[in-house]
């Protein structure tokens, strides 16, 4: 009986066999690699979010919306333009609005808005400044 065939098949057999494990053993040391990476990634994700985390109380705060009018960012200008508090009168001439009653009393209205909003501050009743 010639076993020659069968040893040759088996020839075949093993090199294909060890084809394959050369071809894993490639694979798994790349794998191991992207790994890595993404393990080394990890960490540095990990040490940002404790940086940020850490000096959120050092970040200031997000300035508040202003309500949806027009005068709003006027008022804010004549606040930044001037050295002192104002009066509602005053923001009135700023914005070049008459001096009638109503528009003084809507103008202080908006004032206080922006008192409660914590942008102005009312040191001396009717004495509005910019908050610091």
């Known amino acids: 009986m010639n076993i020659q065939p069968l040893l040759d098949a088996l020839d075949l057999q093993e090199d294909a066999a060890r084809a394959l494990a050369d ?8 794998l191991q690699t992207r790994l890595r990476q993404a393990e080394t990634h990890l960490e540095h994700l990990a040490i940002t979010r404790k940086t940020v985390t850490g000096r959120a109380d050092r970040l200031p705060a997000a300035a508040p919306e202003l309500p949806e009018h027009p ?3 006027r008022i804010l ?3 930044n333009d001037a050295t002192g508090p104002l009066r509602a009168k005053d923001v009135c001439e ?9 528009n003084v009393e809507g103008t202080r209205a908006k004032l206080k808005r922006l008192v409660k909003l914590e942008i102005l501050t009312e040191a001396d009743t009717g004495n509005f400044a910019r908050k610091q």
């Open 71 to 73: 005068d709003y960012p």
């Open 77 to 79: 200008a004549a606040f």
């Open 23 to 30: 071809d894993l053993r490639t694979q798994i040391d790349d």
């Open 94 to 102: 700023a914005l070049g609005h008459e001096l009638l009653p109503k």
